[in-house]
């Protein structure tokens, strides 16, 4: 079962069972795991959807794992800035996930996946947006964050940096601004290497639901042979990693004792004109009684505890405020 709707577009899609193609990959943070979908794509009502009935299995011990209170993130942060300052790293990207019981904010009622879906779509419009269940996996996100977006015919290519999250109606600090830079600096490191024609947008507000980001957009020409060693540079970006990214990665295995799974990987959708690779951020993932909803942030040297887990309980909100129960 695949739903999804491309970013800025009101038409729904699911996949055929036509197996000679694949046309959309579920790719891990750490490119481990990989879920393709495969069949041509063909449209779907929202009415067809809101009956989805689909209900996921149980997986308890994933619970402990994601257990992270206030305190105990806390003591992750002051110990990714440590690693910061041992490091000398602008920024290291950590996350944590959130238990959210049904019955804790249901009153006993059932979870509809379809029409918590068609909610999650409706209020994140500019966002790439997807429900799945495939191999006892079932998995609902969305986020308008472009890895990366290729024309066939013409080999245009564009992508983004995006970084610094601050409640819509918050004005920016020197802190989001300084997490921002290095995405751009790394974005537009990689390029050089692999595109011709390069041009850079200012730096510009991109609104999500109830928060902001800063962003840089980027315009190139790639050609064919060169597009997946781009893909493989780029991600991850130092906005879900940090930078330099050997480093990070190795930082996030030290400090985080849960797998990110899809969280903070990519989406790779392919039409007969466009491939398109989505960062996969704004997402959870469903069990028979409760949810693992992802979230995380960049860490500085600047950063603050409090603020970076209040920061993430804000983008927790994404999903949880969408999640309809009957």
């Given at each position: 079962m695949l739903y999804f709707r491309f970013p800025d577009s009101e038409t729904f899609f699911t996949t055929d069972d036509d197996s000679?193609?694949?046309?959309i990959s579920f790719i891990s943070f750490d490119r481990k795991k990989e879920l393709d979908f495969?069949?041509?794509?063909?449209?779907?009502?929202?009415?067809?959807?809101?009956?989805?009935?689909?209900?996921?299995k149980s997986k308890k011990e994933r619970i402990e794992l994601y257990k992270d209170t206030e305190d105990s993130y806390s003591r992750k942060v002051q110990q990714a800035i440590d690693y910061i300052t041992t490091n000398q790293l602008r920024k290291l990207v950590i996350s944590r996930?959130?238990?959210?019981?049904?019955?804790?904010i249901s009153h006993d009622k059932k979870l509809s996946l379809g029409k918590s879906f068609l909610q999650f779509s409706k209020n994140y419009p500019n966002a790439f947006c997807y429900l799945f269940e495939k191999d006892g996996q079932c998995w609902m996100g969305g986020f308008s964050e472009v890895l990366g977006k290729y024309n066939k015919k013409t080999n245009a290519f564009e992508t983004m940096s995006l970084a610094g999250t601050m409640p819509v109606d918050?004005?920016?600090t020197e802190k989001e601004i300084e997490e921002q830079k290095p995405v751009t600096e790394y974005v537009q490191s990689v390029l050089k290497r692999f595109a011709v024609d390069i041009s850079i947008s200012k730096v510009q507000d991109h609104i999500s639901g109830n928060?902001?980001?800063?962003?840089?957009?980027?315009?190139?020409?790639?050609?064919?042979?060169?597009?997946?060693?781009?893909?493989?540079?780029?991600?991850?970006?130092?906005?879900?990693?940090?930078?330099?990214?050997?480093?990070?990665?190795q930082g996030i295995?030290?400090?985080?004792?849960?797998?990110?799974?899809?969280?903070?990987?990519?989406?790779?959708?392919?039409?007969?004109?466009?491939?398109?690779?989505?960062?996969?951020l704004r997402c959870a993932e469903f069990f028979k009684s409760y949810?693992?909803?992802?979230?995380?942030?960049?860490?500085?040297?600047?950063?603050?505890?409090?603020?970076?887990?209040?920061e993430?309980?804000?983008?927790?909100?994404?999903?949880?405020?969408?999640l309809v129960f009957e």
């Open positions: 000679s193609a694949v046309n495969k069949g041509n794509l063909i449209p779907i009502s929202s009415e067809q959807i809101a009956q989805e009935e689909y209900i996921p996930g959130k238990i959210l019981m049904y019955t804790d918050e004005a920016w928060i902001k980001h800063l962003r840089t957009d980027f315009k190139a020409t790639v050609y064919p042979q060169d597009l997946e060693n781009l893909i493989k540079e780029l991600h991850p970006t130092p906005a879900v990693c940090g930078f330099p990214k050997d480093v990070c990665m295995k030290i400090i985080e004792f849960n797998s990110r799974e899809f969280y903070s990987g990519f989406i790779k959708v392919e039409t007969e004109e466009e491939i398109y690779y989505f960062v996969n949810a693992i909803l992802y979230v995380g942030g960049g860490i500085t040297e600047k950063s603050d505890p409090q603020k970076e887990w209040t993430t309980e804000l983008k927790s909100l994404a999903i949880q405020h969408n």
